[in-house]
């Protein structure tokens, strides 16, 4: 048998823009046999894959299907959706005669030209962190009426009872602009809570939030050619945010995983 028939296969929207979601939810609870409900719990977080670890026969059927309602969709083998490099976090940038230059303040430093952009995306992501806290708590207040009630009554000294040692985990929630720069060669990721906006110049502001969007205009015009995701879109088309299902730093992952297919 040919590995054509034989090997995993993906079905991934093929435009730039993902598909309607509720399109995209019909097409899914279609193909899987599965309710709308369900359907739109997957398609929320699909990012443009409309179907994954497929025969080739189930993932021609899925083309074939997004066709029939206008999708254009392109089958991949698994092994071509080859994983993304590890983001090489930069700190400074700098747009100078049409070159972009950046580093991490300390030994990576690189520069780009437009024609090496590939993708540009952007995402606001809740970023979770655990702290353990260890606290000393004492007997409750009822529970210490009760002994002092009962050294009253008897006389015995049996004390207000014994301290402990209690760990307690604290989530706590903070939301950051992430913005991936897909090159050639390597895959360039920037914050907004760590990043130098300086290069922004006269443009630049005290809020982190509003020189990221700036940032994000900056390298849409530098790199106009680079695939946009929906949270790059979104800002520079000045739409909501709160919109788009960005999680966890997975659902940006995986939305840059579909472009830097379409981009190959």
């Known amino acids: 048998m040919t590995e054509e028939k034989t090997g995993i296969f993906s079905v991934i929207a093929a435009e730039e823009r993902l598909p309607d979601f509720i399109l995209a939810a019909k097409i899914i609870s279609e193909s899987r046999g599965i309710n709308r409900d369900d359907a739109g719990r997957i398609a929320r977080h699909s990012w443009g894959f409309l179907g994954e670890n497929l025969s080739g026969a189930r993932a021609d059927e899925l083309v074939e299907r997004c066709a029939l309602y206008g999708v254009k969709a392109v089958k991949m083998a698994a092994a071509d959706l080859a994983a993304l490099k590890p983001p090489l976090h930069i700190k400074k940038a700098v747009f100078a005669g049409g ?9 990576l430093a690189g520069t780009a030209e437009k024609d090496d952009t590939l993708i540009i995306a952007a995402a606001p992501v809740k970023d979770e962190t655990i702290k353990v ?3 000393t708590e004492g007997p409750s207040g009822q529970e210490r009426a009760i002994r002092l009630g009962i050294m009253a ?18 989530k706590t929630s903070d939301l950051s602009f992430y913005m991936d720069i897909v090159l050639k060669t390597d895959r360039l990721r920037l914050g907004s809570n760590d990043f130098d906006f300086s290069c ?9 939030q509003t020189n990221f969007r700036l940032m994000c205009a900056e390298l849409a015009a ?7 995701n929906a949270g790059l879109s979104a800002i520079l088309e000045s739409r909501p945010l709160a919109l788009l299902p960005y999680d966890t730093i997975d659902d940006f992952e995986k939305e840059t995983l579909r472009l830097s297919a379409l981009a190959r």
């Open 133 to 135: 806290i260890k606290t």
């Open 222 to 228: 530098f790199a106009p050619r680079a695939l946009k």
């Open 99 to 107: 070159i972009f230059s950046y580093t991490d303040g300390n030994a």
């Open 153 to 170: 009554v008897t006389g015995l000294p049996i004390g207000l009872g014994k301290t402990k040692e209690v760990k307690k985990e604290v």
């Open 200 to 208: 922004l110049r006269e443009k630049k502001t005290y809020s982190s």
